[in-house]
């Protein structure tokens, strides 16, 4: 078996067992066997030890996350400059001439250098502003795919973009309650996500590193530095993943090109053009350069594709921030294979700047084949009229000026706009669960002023008569709201605090909050920053986040009219926590619990500890077949962990 096709094995295990662990972990499901998972993780590590390569995240690494106060910054050995750029396909024939060339995406994440020494990543640094860069080499290491450790022992020097698929990035967005808060593209996730202070945020971002340039490899081939192409197959056969490409020349730059613009639809990582190197690495070089760019690669944009049409409607729509966004309606047309009728046109200064009038006549296109944007005002008209009035509450509207581009704001602080988001949290499945209480029935309620705070939700039954005569609404769909209400009064604390909807405040945040403070939410009010900080899972953010909340009168205000119609339920303390300070871990089936989650609430009831894997620190695995060679067996004894069986553990731990 060659090396690339033990590399390729490795990053195929990676990805079979980190979902079986998933699974495992997350979802309660055993898709593999003790034994066949046993049989993967033992092949993983084998090859890794014949292939020299460990990838991030590897089933074979014990993972420790870094937090730091902020980023050191580095200056780079040389300056990394932008690309010159063209959206001719002429021009890209023309810039090759008769020399060979390699075509490939330009992917739009952050760029980023890695360095080598010996085998080990030793460096990460960001492109910055291509003179200065941060160093961020603890985030580096929880990348998804970067490679801890190669099979070359001389410097080597990498640079690549940090990714984050559009797929991830849906999942991530998809988690985040209020539309506020959400990441307006992958880009600006990618940026904040390696760039985070703690790499254990990182770590859940599903971060990739796609190299796309090997700048030096102290010792290697000079036929393979020789070569653009080869420099990447070079670095594949460390086990990086390099960006996809073409060998191209004059001839067929354009057909390449234009299977670049097939692909593009349904390719899983944001890009916002091609770049074009010549493959001879030495005749680039002996180019030169100019001011602002290298001449040994050029960037290709797209020319996007443009349509004629006429705007009929501007329609505003206001948000939680209190920012109403300007969208264009116009008559519908084909751009780049579907059909358009809206763009947003993002905020005043660009509606004064292309002089909008409903009925001018505009083309339109799609950035990046993508988004919908306006490209010209051909009539120009400027008779657009902007709204001194909040379209979903009427108050008074307001234009500031922010980075020099002027928006336009709702000026009341309680307008519906802001509200929906903010009750569709409190009533969400996590926090109360008000079962059938959608955002659309949250809008419909607000709208007629039923609602204005939390505890109004308690207090429905005041406007019975005007609910039961609303759109969609009758006497049952009354009665099955004030019912789900009834029930949702009945809550816990975690629930009650997520639902608040305090910043950086999450699921499992509240309940690690809950917990350190008895369920006693006016500990948690009077709680100060420094005794917050020093909660493990929370931090100093989180713990301003959580201190800045509860000083505000408003919201104490707010906090307490609700708590008058909600019982908090404190859980059943067993056992007086004697399982407090203790970890266990737990594999395989069990016989006294439906589920591995109902040991675990237990354990944590009784001030215990569950975690995924097997470390010094733990008190000790149960499993009812400790005599397996389970690979947690295996660490438990390596480690001298005790293995104990599920009856072993309740006539141990949980005694009266």
Request: aromatic fraction near 6%; hydrophobic fraction near 40%.
């Amino acid at each position: 078996m060659s090396d690339e096709v033990k590399i390729n094995r490795i990053k195929e295990l990676n990805v079979i067992l980190k979902k079986a662990s998933e699974d495992y972990y997350a979802k309660d499901e055993s898709p593999l066997s003790d034994r066949e998972y046993d049989a993967l993780y033992d092949e993983l590590v084998r090859l890794e030890e014949e292939t020299g390569v460990i990838l991030a995240g590897s089933p074979t690494q014990s993972v420790g996350y870094e937090a730091v106060d902020e980023l050191p910054k580095e200056r780079h050995p040389s300056p990394m400059l932008s690309l010159g750029k063209t959206k001719s396909r002429e021009e890209l024939a023309q810039w090759l001439g008769d020399h060979e060339g390699v075509l490939s995406w330009k992917l739009d994440g952050l760029t980023i250098v890695l360095t080598y020494e010996n085998g080990e990543l030793v460096k990460a640094l960001t492109r910055g502003n291509g003179e200065i860069g941060e160093v961020i080499t603890p985030n580096a290491r929880v990348f998804d795919n970067v490679p801890l450790r190669i099979a070359f022992s001389g410097e080597l020097v990498v640079r690549g973009e940090a990714v984050i698929s559009y797929k991830d990035f849906e999942k991530i967005n998809a988690s985040i309650v209020n539309d506020a808060d959400k990441y307006k593209n992958p880009r600006n996730l990618c940026s904040g996500s390696v760039r985070q202070l703690d790499s254990g945020i990182t770590a859940k971002r599903h971060v990739r590193f796609v190299a796309f340039n090997l700048v030096s490899a102290e010792g290697a081939d000079d036929k393979v530095m020789g070569s653009a192409d080869g420099r990447l197959s070079f670095l594949e056969s460390l086990g990086f993943e390099a960006v996809q490409r073409m060998k191209v020349n004059a001839g067929n730059v354009a057909d390449a090109v234009a299977e670049y613009e097939k692909r593009i639809a349904d390719y899983e990582i944001p890009s916002d053009g091609l770049v074009l190197t010549y493959e001879d690495v030495a005749y680039g070089a002996s180019l030169g350069r100019t001011a602002k760019s290298p001449r040994h690669s050029i960037a290709f944009k797209w020319a996007d594709e443009t349509a004629e049409t006429t705007l009929r409607e501007i329609e505003w729509s206001a948000s939680r921030t209190g920012l109403i966004n300007p969208v264009a309606i116009f008559d519908p047309v084909e751009l780049e294979g579907t059909t358009v009728s809206r763009a947003s046109v993002h905020n005043i200064s660009i509606v004064k700047e292309l002089k909008l009038g409903i009925g001018d006549r505009i083309t339109v296109y799609k950035a990046n084949m993508i988004i919908p944007q306006i490209a010209e005002n051909l009539t120009g008209s400027g008779n657009l009229t902007i709204p001194c009035k909040c379209p979903v509450c009427g108050a008074e509207t307001e234009i500031r000026a922010l980075n020099e581009a002027e928006s336009l704001y709702c000026t009341n602080p309680g307008c519906a706009a802001k509200q929906i988001k903010t009750f569709s949290q409190f009533v969400s499945r996590d926090a109360l669960n008000v079962d059938g209480l959608s955002e659309m029935t949250l809008e419909k309620l607000i709208d007629m002023g039923f609602i204005r705070e939390f505890d109004d939700l308690f207090h429905l039954d005041r406007y019975m008569e005007r609910i039961v005569h609303m759109e969609g609404f009758g006497e049952k769909s009354y009665s099955n709201l004030i019912e789900s209400v009834k029930t949702a009064s009945k809550t816990t604390l975690p629930r009650f605090l997520f639902g608040l909807g305090i910043a950086g405040i999450g699921v499992a945040n509240a309940k690690v909050l809950a917990k350190a403070y008895d369920h006693d939410i006016e500990k948690i009010r009077k709680a100060d920053i420094t005794e917050l900080s020093a909660i493990d899972g929370i931090g100093p953010v989180m713990a301003q986040a959580i201190s800045d909340y509860f000083a505000d009168s408003e919201n104490n205000r707010i906090v307490d009219d609700v708590l008058k119609d909600l019982e908090i339920e404190i859980p059943a303390v067993g056992g007086d926590q004697n399982l407090s300070g203790l970890t266990f871990v737990i594999t395989g089936s069990l016989e006294h619990y439906g589920n591995r989650n109902e040991l675990k609430e237990e354990i944590e009831n009784r001030g215990g500890k569950v975690a995924g894997s097997v470390s010094a620190k733990t008190t000790a695995l149960i499993n009812n077949d400790a005599a397996s060679n389970s690979s947690k067996n295996k660490t438990a004894k390596s480690l001298g962990v005790k293995i104990i069986t599920e009856d072993e553990f309740i006539n141990t731990y949980l005694k009266e």
